[in-house]
């Protein structure tokens, strides 16, 4: 998972993409922002113009966004982009939505991000609207507060018949597990220590037993800081001592080939069906080749 603000151009999301197709990675995912929340503006690729480039020229991998705000990406356009790139790719987006929270890019760009309350409202508008849209196959309509459709149908459709699986990201146990259990078929915890995240884990169950649904509905995912060094040297090179133990502390997932194979290991015992790495350096092609011949391997 890389942040697609923070200096992502044209090559490097091609390196990027012909990286995980070519290494073996289960995909390929990205954050959906204009910039930063402060410092300089850098390269900030669109993410939906990169993802109809990324389902042309791979074959295999799954991508999506991690994930993309309702506060700035209406969801009637959000699901006509997801049928189209879905059915373009094969049927390998996973499509990631969010409140939404960076005030600097609302603020520069036009946007009302709102307060909490608002956030969230309009985030399950627009999951209603998403999902309705994705998934029905005649026209159909819902009258939000945010966002309505009226005998709305898209074509063409993703050529999976409950569209593309639908991703809410986030740990709230109040706003967004609920969300999750009512509207997502994926769970993607941010930067969550494996206790933490268990203990998410064990609400959302008790939500979506409450809803009807199974736990095994909703597949449970990690996004958190990805780092490797084939030693404590090469790791200190690439970052500071310091900021690589509070990652650490945060669940990320960082070490030498053989101690992040016992950390996934750990994380998959504890309920976590993936993991995104968060790969903040765009450039690190050599990590990411470390992982994939020391680390996939072991996985498998």
Avoid: C
Avoid at 86 to 112: I, Q, V
Avoid at 217 to 222: A, D, G
């Amino acid at each position: 998972m890389i942040e697609g603000q923070d200096g992502l151009s044209w090559p490097r999301w091609q390196r990027l993409a012909r990286a995980a197709e070519d290494l073996g990675y289960y995909g390929l995912f990205r954050s959906d922002h204009f910039s930063n929340a402060d410092g300089d503006y850098k390269d900030a690729l669109e993410a939906w113009v990169s993802f109809a480039w990324l389902a042309s020229n791979t074959r295999r991998i799954s991508f999506g966004p991690l994930v993309s705000p309702a506060s700035f990406r209406n969801p009637s356009i959000l699901a006509w982009q997801a049928s189209g790139i879905d059915s373009l790719s094969g049927g390998r987006l996973r499509l990631g939505l969010g409140a939404g929270w960076n005030e600097r890019e609302h603020r520069s760009f036009g946007f009302d991000l709102g307060d909490l309350d608002t956030r969230f409202a309009r985030l399950e508008d627009a999951l209603n609207v998403v999902k309705t849209l994705t998934r029905s196959p005649e026209p159909v309509s819902y009258e939000g507060e945010h966002f309505s459709i009226r005998d709305a149908y898209l074509q063409p459709r993703s050529p999976r018949s409950d569209g593309p699986p639908i991703v809410i990201g986030g740990n709230g146990p109040r706003r967004t597990l609920p969300l999750v259990a009512q509207y997502a078929d994926e769970w993607n915890a941010v930067s969550l220590p494996l206790a933490d995240f268990q203990d998410r884990g064990a609400r959302l169950d008790a939500l979506l037993a409450d809803g009807g649904r199974e736990p095994s509905s909703v597949k449970r995912t990690l996004m958190t800081r990805g780092l490797i060094g084939r030693d404590e040297a090469t790791l200190n090179a690439k970052d500071s001592a310091e900021r690589i133990a509070t990652y650490r502390a945060r669940g990320a997932v960082i070490g030498t080939p053989n101690e992040i194979v016992d950390q996934l290991g750990r994380y998959a015992e504890g309920g976590i069906q993936g993991v995104q790495l968060q790969w903040l350096d765009l450039d690190d092609l050599s990590g990411l080749e470390l992982i994939a011949s020391d680390v996939l391997p072991q996985l498998r």
